[in-house]
């Protein structure tokens, strides 16, 4: 399924759009599983464990899905990361867990694939609950590499059950994101071999990610680590997406991919209820992919195969824009984005964060002042330094 060594799903990305399914986890919530489908009192609510207890329930979601027409089907395994399994008590279960999810959704992908049309597994990766740029002592409190680890086990898992794509979705901390993406990178090393990484923020409705990463900002960053495809998913609707969908078009040749929720969800009795209806979602997605040039939409929390029927009709009746993309060279911090090439010239670096060439700077980091060093970095920003060059090295 490889034409020269790029991978059947990429080749499918450049030919046409590509609609995925729809929610794994609210759909498997409205079909009220039993205490022995989670596999016991104690393990009561483990939606990721139902792969295990309750295929069967897993494979009547992936089957709505795929009796519509989607062409990618996501695994349940969103949170099966082995910090995540670790809060039930089966972290040793994570590398079967996920292989497993990717399995069964390979074979249902296999029996429905077709010559003109290939079905596609999306082996799911979401947060794992830490937010490793946060200083909060408690969700900030875990060692990069630990993530690394943990993001490893799950992908090796997802790879070695026949997962077509590792999609590192709904991320609210770019930290995490990049520990993700060393993960998959280390399993592919395991598995011997490799897939594409599609990475995805989850957005506010300011357009900014949980910690305040700015699309800039996440642009710059995924293209640095060479994620394969770029996009947003769950948060809001697509109403709210609108922006951020056409900057990333407009600013990357990445394929870009753009999977919401049915709208942002209501309250209603204690129940979470969303509440925008099938056209005009896929009216609004099938927008992005005509005026903006998505090049994979699809649903998330709250999307039925009602809304993933209406949105491959809707995709199918238009042409995917192909517009002018603006590669300026950026570099960015965890918050924005920098062009490298000012209008007016030059772009300034503020050199003084250096403790090879500053003896105050170097003073102040032996003695873990900080608070110093942020004080000299702010008073570069403030004479006018776009970008700093940080040196923390000591002799």
């Avoid at 969908?245 to 991919?257: D, E, G, K, Q, W």
């Avoid at 000012?342 to 772009?347: D, G, V």
């Avoid at 670096?349 to 702010?378: F, H």
Wanted: aromatic residues 6%.
């Amino acid at each position: 399924m490889e034409d020269n060594g790029r991978p059947a799903l990429l080749q499918a990305v450049a030919r046409r759009t590509l609609v995925f399914d729809g929610a794994i986890g609210t759909t498997l919530q409205a079909a009220n599983p039993t205490v022995e489908d989670f596999g016991g009192a104690k393990l009561e609510g483990w939606i990721d464990g139902l792969v295990l207890h309750a295929p069967h329930l897993i494979e009547r979601v992936h089957r709505s899905f795929l009796d519509v027409g989607c062409d990618g089907v996501t695994t349940c395994s969103f949170q099966a990361s082995a910090l995540r399994l670790a809060e039930w008590g089966q972290r040793e279960q994570t590398f079967d867990l996920n292989r497993a999810a990717a399995a069964l959704a390979r074979r249902l992908c296999d029996e429905y694939a077709t010559p003109d049309q290939p079905r596609f597994v999306v082996g799911s990766m979401g947060p794992s609950g830490f937010l490793p740029a946060s200083s909060d002592p408690t969700l900030g409190g875990i060692a990069f590499s630990e993530l690394v680890d943990s993001f490893c086990v799950q992908a090796h898992g997802l790879v070695e059950g026949g997962a077509d794509l590792l999609a590192i979705e709904t991320g609210q901390d770019i930290l995490e994101i990049k520990a993700a993406v060393f993960g998959a990178r280390a399993a592919f090393e395991r598995a011997g071999h490799a897939v594409p990484i599609l990475t995805s923020v989850s957005l506010d409705q300011t357009g900014r990610m949980l910690l305040g990463t700015d699309i800039g900002a996440v642009l710059t960053i995924l293209e640095g680590l060479e994620a394969d495809i770029i996009g947003i998913n769950c948060s809001t609707g697509p109403d709210y997406m609108s922006e951020p969908v056409r900057y990333l078009c407009s600013n990357t040749t990445r394929p870009i991919s753009c999977i919401p929720n049915a709208g942002l969800p209501v309250n209603v009795g204690g129940v979470a209820c969303y509440q925008l209806e099938p056209g005009p979602m896929a009216a609004d997605l099938a927008r992005f992919v005509q005026d903006y040039g998505a090049s994979i939409v699809g649903g998330c929390c709250g999307t039925t195969p009602e809304h993933i029927a209406a949105l491959i009709a809707a995709v199918s009746q238009v042409e995917r824009a192909r517009l002018a993309v603006d590669t300026t060279p950026r570099v960015a911090s965890s918050m924005r984005a920098i062009a490298l090439q000012q209008e007016p010239p030059p772009l300034l670096i503020g050199e003084r964060v250096n403790a090879q060439g500053s003896r105050a700077v170097k003073r102040m980091l032996l003695a873990d002042d900080y608070d110093g060093i942020l004080t000299v970095a702010r008073t570069q920003v403030e004479g006018g330094a776009h970008t700093l060059d940080v040196c923390v090295a000591l002799t």
